[in-house]
């Protein structure tokens, strides 16, 4: 009498709540998401691996030009992996003095447009962030004294480049001149990097500093030339 009053039993022939298929799809759709993230990290890292190939590629290129065209100035040397160029003895500086003799301020006006030559090819002017000017001294004197003159006689080229010679002086073109105005920058090393003598060591040196891959490239302001004054040493 008491049948069918303790609720419906389940058939034994009933199938089971499909619980076990269901994880099982939601493992192969982690599986398959897991797989798309692994492949847009490798779609990724191929990307950045081919961005850095080319900037290392542009950078070479750009250094070898600058290479080439020391070539027609003996005794200037390029660094092509420390992105360098060192005026050795046809740019040193008088013990004591930011100044260079006429023939030095001479050579410096025509061998730095050869520079900015390259530095406006597209393999240059993609990746090059400033242009360092740094200057240096002996051993000789107090240390600080000596840091304050090699940033003088850094800012010394600045002021040549930027000169205006006027006629039948030569002088770098406008373009030239707004090109210094807005990458050279001028930097003081002292005696940091001695040479064999107290004379080489007081020289001047041009590092060139590129962008890396996560760098924002901020695009320059106009300079007026007319703003640009006297040189103040």
């Known amino acids: 009498?008491?049948?069918?009053?303790?609720?419906?039993?389940?058939?034994?022939?009933?199938?089971?709540?499909?619980?076990?298929?269901?994880?099982?799809?939601?493992?192969?759709?982690?599986?398959?998401?897991?797989?798309?993230?692994?492949?847009?990290?490798?779609?990724?890292?191929?990307?950045v691996s081919s961005k850095d190939q080319q900037r290392t590629q542009d950078i070479s290129q750009c250094m070898s030009q600058i290479n080439v065209a020391s070539l027609a100035f003996p005794g200037i040397k390029v660094d092509k992996d420390a992105h360098l160029v060192d005026f050795g003895t046809r740019a040193t500086f008088a013990y004591d003095r930011s100044d260079l003799q006429p023939q030095q301020q001479e050579l410096v006006r025509r061998f730095i447009p050869k520079v900015l030559q390259v530095a406006q090819t597209p393999s240059c002017a993609t990746w090059i962030k400033q242009i360092v000017v740094d200057g240096f001294a002996s051993k000789r004197g107090q240390y600080l004294y000596n840091m304050n003159l090699s940033f003088d006689r850094a800012e010394r080229i600045l002021c040549i480049l930027l000169a205006n010679g006027g006629p039948g002086k030569?002088?770098?073109?406008?373009?030239?001149?707004?090109?210094?105005a807005e990458k050279f920058f001028p930097g003081g090393s002292s005696s940091n990097s001695l040479k064999e003598t107290p004379e080489q060591s007081q020289r001047i040196e041009i590092r060139i500093d590129f962008f890396n891959l996560k760098d924002p490239h901020p695009k320059p302001s106009p300079v007026d030339l007319a703003t640009i004054g006297a040189c103040p040493i």
């Open 1 to 47: 009498m008491f049948r069918g009053q303790g609720g419906a039993q389940p058939r034994k022939d009933e199938p089971e709540k499909p619980f076990w298929i269901s994880f099982s799809d939601m493992m192969t759709g982690l599986m398959a998401l897991f797989l798309v993230a692994m492949a847009t990290a490798f779609v990724y890292v191929a990307q």
């Open 170 to 180: 030569h002088s770098l073109s406008a373009a030239d001149r707004e090109y210094v």
